[in-house]
């Protein structure tokens, strides 16, 4: 059973979201989801200039968090330390924000140090693949995956540039406690016309057949409870509107085994909807939770929601 804490008008969202099986007896799991972490330039400056760096961002949700069993948020932008917006590398000025190596919009990239305040705030699980993924080309795509690997942080969306890793690449991952194991899929409509030479972005519409293969084989997979993808989606930013194309793509993936998904992009939060799929199974979509810290100031955009 999901259970949605919004601060948002009822009439936006589907009524009916009862679930047949949600109160039978049995173990159970409880999975939270927040949306975009952004960091605009104010809020990089704030965070490494205390002693409590990132967590003065989120610190007063962190119990919140904390209380499910597995955590996703939306990295949104690298956290490639030493790489400039050309993509070369450059002197780490360190947690400082000179908005050369470590900047703002409209191209992001963070200090490493945030990775480890995420986990440190109860994170499990990120996804990497978003339209600012490529902001700092393939070495800070390399980068940031060495940054989340070093705090043994799960992610998904994007890989490795090397050939011998990529070609033995699985594009989810796994994450388990107890007698439960969560698959976890990222993917993203755009990165921002930036090229990705080496592939190491998934593509929610441009590499559909790879998505869905890779759904198809993990819901297939006996070891497997449950697939969740996490799309990074909607051209249209700060509309609460779910457009046609999200919509049809989002019933592919849970008609191909998904179990849920949990959409981010726009900045602002969009409706969700229980669908059953075509094997009769009840699933789950919020097609955008909304930003999760980020400096754009509409209350549109400083909506959102945490999704249990």
Not at 71 to 81: C, D, I, K, S, W
Not at 119 to 141: K, P
Not at 162 to 174: D, G, Q, V
């Amino acid at each position: 059973m999901f259970l949605l804490s919004l601060l948002l008008p009822v009439s936006l969202w589907a009524a009916d979201l009862s679930f047949e099986r949600a109160c039978e007896a049995g173990n159970s799991v409880v999975l939270a989801a927040v949306g975009d972490v952004l960091l605009h330039g104010p809020l990089q400056r704030q965070a490494y200039k205390t002693p409590d760096g990132h967590q003065t961002l989120w610190q007063g949700i962190t119990d919140l968090l904390q209380q499910a069993d597995f955590a996703y948020a939306n990295l949104e932008g690298p956290a490639a330390a030493g790489v400039r917006a050309n993509g070369k590398e450059a002197r780490d000025p360190g947690r400082s924000f000179d908005n050369s190596v470590y900047s703002g919009y409209p191209m992001f990239n963070y200090h490493p140090s945030v990775v480890q305040a995420l986990e440190d705030a109860g994170f499990d699980i990120l996804s990497t693949a978003n339209n600012h993924a490529m902001d700092r080309g393939a070495l800070g795509v390399d980068r940031t995956i060495e940054a989340l690997r070093a705090v043994n942080i799960s992610f998904s969306g994007t890989r490795p540039a090397s050939k011998t890793e990529s070609n033995h690449f699985r594009w989810h991952t796994l994450t388990q406690k107890g007698s439960w194991n969560i698959a976890w899929i990222a993917c993203t409509f755009s990165t921002n016309g930036l090229p990705d030479r080496h592939h190491q972005v998934l593509g929610c519409f441009k590499d559909e057949a790879i998505l869905l293969e890779e759904i198809r084989a993990l819901a297939a997979d006996p070891t497997v409870d449950a697939v969740i993808v996490t799309p990074h989606w909607g051209e249209v930013e700060k509309s609460h509107r779910v457009e046609k194309s999200q919509r049809e793509l989002g019933h592919r993936l849970l008609d191909a085994g998904a179990t849920a998904i949990f959409g981010n992009h726009p900045h602002v939060p969009k409706p969700w909807e229980k669908y059953l799929t075509t094997d009769g199974r009840e699933t789950f979509v919020i097609y955008s939770i909304g930003n999760f810290v980020s400096n754009q100031g509409s209350l549109a955009q400083r909506t959102s929601a945490i999704v249990y």
